[in-house]
């Protein structure tokens, strides 16, 4: 988004779940891996979460899950409103690259709600990202036209909004999802609707992909505060 946090990123090719072996050799390497086995497990909780009022919530992305190395940086991104045809949620985990000085105690993992949606129709977007005491601010479709995107995918920790799904099914295993062209790993929870709109959206992001993203209006900016 470059625009479910709890629920895009989202895995028509979702990166491989690295080996323990992956893992830097450290005096603190068996706890790492024991924290990595432990977010790997949580795959499976952090979806149950999203069947709740918070599922309602959110966009898209990571579908693809994400396929690339993530920088480990947050960003935010807000709308006024988001329309959607084809979603779907699911829990994943994204990689950063080895030894990320963005990693911290993540062990470079970040358990991740991957969203997807097929189109998606975003009313005044804002997304922005702090760069140490200042705001990198994108801005777009505040105007008549709003920002358009197809096969929009987002990978967040934290999603909000107000929430209407149409013809919604919970508790799918993800690899069989149909409704956005996305699938998780098997066995793993998931949701998806035909159609999804979410007013006063906010998202915690890491990672954001689409086929075709316009930005009628653009604005790029810095700034003291983000969106």
Known sequence: MASPSDANPSNGNTPEQPESGSVPETAE???RRGQVRLRR??????????????LAVLTAQGALGVQFEISGMPFTVTAKSLDGQGFEQFGDLDNMIKNSPNEGDTGGQVLVMTSAIKTAT?????QSVDLGGINLLIKAGSGSTKVTATDLTTDSTQLSGDAT??????????SKLTKAGVQGKPGVFSQQSDTVHIDNLRQTNYATTAGVFK??????????SGC
Do not use: H, R, W, Y
Not at 43 to 54: E, H, R, S, Y
Not at 165 to 174: K, P, S, Y
């Open 41 to 54: 497990a949580a795959i499976m909780a952090v979806p149950a979460t999203l069947a709740a009022a918070a």
């Open 215 to 224: 930005l009628p209006g653009l604005k790029l900016s810095f700034s003291d």
């Open 165 to 174: 799904f149409g013809n919604i099914e919970i508790g799918n295993d993800a």
């Open 122 to 126: 975003l009313d005044s977007l804002c």
């Open 29 to 31: 390497g068996p706890q």
